[in-house]
C-alpha cells in the first residue's frame, strides 16, 4: 500500500521540479534579450527616413521609420554598438547604454564622393565599381521633343540599343520597348 501512495506523490513532485526549472529557464532567456531603440536626425533636424541601422560585428539590422525611429531586438552582450549608414552622409557609430538606449544619432557629414559611385537600377543599388553593365542617363530636357507626347517616341534612337516595335497600327496600340533584348541574342 505504501508503494501506492509513493508513487503519485513522486510524479507530483517530478512536474513540479519540472515546472520550476522551465519557469526559471524562461526568465533567463528574457534576461538576455534586449531592445536597442533610437533616433536618428538629419542635421536641420528632419527623420533620415531609410538610414540603415545595424549592430557592429554581426548581420543584425534594420531601417529607420519615418518618424526617424527604430528598434532592434538582440541578445545582450558586453560593449555593443550600432552603426547607422545613408547614402550621401559618412556612417556614425554609437555605443548603446545597458538599457538598450543608443543617443540620437545626428547624420550632418555629407560624403558626396559617395554618392556618385552608386547606381540604381531600378532592382537594387550597385557600388559603380562592382556594376558590369552599361548606364545610360538622360533628363528630360534631353528627350522632351515638341510634338511627341509619348515617352517610347521620344526614348527613340537617344539610348543604344533601344528597340521600339508596334505590333499594330492602332491609334492607342502599347509598344514593346526592349533595351538590349532579343536582337542581340545570336541563333549559331
Not at 545595424?54 to 531601417?63: D, E, F, Q, V, W
Not at 556612417?91 to 540620437?104: C, F, M, Q, R, W
Amino acid at each position: 500500500m505504501r508503494k501506492k501512495r509513493l508513487f503519485p506523490l513522486l510524479l507530483i513532485m517530478f512536474f513540479v521540479a519540472l515546472l520550476t526549472n522551465n519557469v526559471n529557464a524562461q526568465e533567463t532567456t528574457k534576461e538576455e534579450n534586449i531592445v536597442i531603440s533610437g533616433r536618428v536626425n538629419y542635421s536641420n533636424g528632419e527623420p533620415l527616413v531609410g538610414a540603415t541601422i545595424r549592430i557592429a560585428g554581426t548581420k543584425l539590422g534594420t531601417s529607420v521609420d519615418e518618424t526617424g525611429h527604430y528598434e532592434l531586438h538582440v541578445k545582450r552582450s558586453n560593449h555593443m554598438q550600432v552603426i547607422c549608414s545613408f547614402i550621401g552622409c559618412k556612417s556614425v557609430t554609437e555605443n548603446v547604454g545597458k538599457d538598450g538606449s543608443v543617443p540620437l544619432i545626428i547624420m550632418n557629414d555629407d560624403d558626396s564622393h559617395t554618392t556618385a559611385e552608386v547606381v540604381v537600377t531600378g532592382y537594387q543599388q550597385i557600388d559603380k565599381r562592382n556594376l558590369t553593365s552599361s548606364v545610360t542617363s538622360l533628363n528630360m530636357n534631353q528627350i522632351d521633343r515638341p510634338g511627341i507626347s509619348s515617352l517610347d517616341k521620344m526614348l527613340q534612337g537617344r539610348i543604344p540599343d533601344l528597340v521600339v516595335t508596334s505590333s499594330s497600327s492602332e491609334v492607342n496600340a502599347v509598344p514593346k520597348i526592349r533595351i538590349r533584348g532579343t536582337s542581340t541574342h545570336r541563333k549559331s
